[in-house]
Nanobody, 123 residues
Framework: QVQLVESGGGLVQAGGSLRLSCAAS????????VGWFRQAPGKEREFVAA????????YYADSVKGRFTISRDNAKNTVYLQMNSLKPEDTAVYYC????????????????WGQGTQVTVSS
């Protein structure tokens, strides 16, 4: 079983940047697609980005396309989410998880969720 730990969240002004990390322990996830989701207060958790096992394919929600970049370092068993040009509407708890199915953007296709890291963007 794999355990995921997210880090890198914090408070940033609108227009700023943050880089989130998702580190795996227990076993490698180097052969799995890994995704980032987020949940804002009072809202359902939503897909943000995903990356396949080799890093050759990436997927983004329309709301973050062009501003966020997902990447991975399999040697370090870590997936990253570089977030630029942050907006107040990006404020949420960000989670990473391992995809176990085919659908990339569907929450229930993911397992081994981390505890999340808070991102707060002030206007």
């Amino acid at each position: 079983q794999v355990q995921l730990v997210e880090s890198g969240g914090g408070l940033v002004q609108a227009g700023g940047s943050l880089r989130l990390s998702c580190a795996a322990s227990g076993r490698t996830f180097s052969r799995n697609t890994v995704g980032w989701f987020r949940q804002a207060p009072g809202k359902e958790r939503e897909f943000v980005a995903a990356i396949n096992w080799s890093g050759s394919n990436t997927y983004y929600a329309d709301s973050v396309k062009g501003r966020f970049t997902i990447s991975r370092d399999n040697a370090k068993n870590t997936v990253y989410l570089q977030m630029n040009s942050l907006k107040p509407e990006d404020t949420a708890v960000y989670y990473c998880a391992v995809n176990r199915g085919i659908a990339i953007r569907i929450e229930y296709e993911y397992d081994f969720w981390g505890q999340g890291t808070q991102v707060t963007v002030s206007s």
